[in-house]
Antibody, heavy 122, light 106 residues
Framework: QVTLKESGPALVKPKETLTLTCTFS??????????LNWIRQSPGKAPEWLAGIDWEDDKYYRASLRSRLTISWDTSRNQVSLTMADVDPVDTATYFC??????????????WGPGTTVVVSS | DLQMTQSPSSLSASVGDRVTFTCQAT??????LNWYQQKPGRAPKLLIYEASTLQRGVPSRFSGSGSGTDFSLTISSLHPEDFATYYC?????????FGGGTKVDI
């Protein structure tokens, strides 16, 4: 049974660094075609893909946020973390981690965590 | 970035109605398109992948079609639990992007 769960602070101040962690189970991120991704959704908006890490520990970022994001994988704890530097109120959103299965031609976000809401405010 | 445009942004319907909404890409994405359903306070749920393949466990009243730049999602007969927001998402190239969504309400 695949599960994912996000954790992190609910409130951060502008210009601080946000660190989110996704703890997953029920699959091996080392298996070919597996990715773990971070996706955020601002209130009333569409989901926005931020970053992903694949089964070979290669990392991918949304270009517009690349300078602020770092994704990393703790293999010993089945956790993937995302840090976002220099946060701004526009970063207020619900942050989801989602498994991506990339086995061409199939490429889907098939399992998601419940999300964690982050408010950026002083 | 490759943009996805959904229309309408919202629609009102009744239980039993047949509804169709569309998703348009700014360039040819072949059939590299997924559809998700999202209910308030919940994560998106995968409904359809490769534009027309139903995800396991999704009711057959959902169907998808299209290729290239124009896609659609049809619900043949709305059930009460189908009132939600639907998003398309391409996987042609990074960054993966979602459409703006179609909210289906009563």
């Amino acid at each position: 049974q695949v599960t994912l769960k996000e954790s992190g602070p609910a409130l951060v101040k502008p210009k601080e660094t946000l660190t989110l962690t996704c703890t997953f189970s029920g699959f091996s991120l080392s298996a070919s075609g597996m990715w773990l991704n971070w996706i955020r959704q601002s209130p009333g908006k569409a989901p926005e893909w931020l970053a992903g890490i694949d089964w070979e520990d290669d990392k991918y970022y949304r270009a517009s946020l690349r300078s602020r994001l770092t994704i990393s994988w703790d293999t010993s704890r089945n956790q993937v973390s995302l840090t976002m530097a220099d946060v701004d109120p526009v970063d207020t959103a619900t942050y989801f981690c989602a498994r991506r299965v990339l086995l061409s031609p199939v490429d889907v976000f098939d399992f998601w965590g419940p999300g964690t809401t982050v408010v950026v405010s002083s | 970035d490759l943009q996805m445009t959904q229309s309408p942004s919202s629609l009102s319907a009744s239980v039993g109605d047949r509804v169709t909404f569309t998703c348009q890409a700014t360039q040819d994405i072949r059939n590299y398109l997924n559809w998700y359903q999202q209910k308030p306070g919940r994560a998106p749920k995968l409904l359809i992948y490769e534009a027309s393949t139903l995800q396991r466990g999704v009711p057959s009243r959902f169907s998808g079609s299209g290729s290239g730049t124009d896609f659609s999602l049809t619900i043949s007969s709305l059930h009460p639990e189908d009132f939600a927001t639907y998003y398309c998402q391409h996987y042609y190239i990074l960054p993966l992007t979602f459409g703006g969504g179609t909210k289906v309400d009563i």
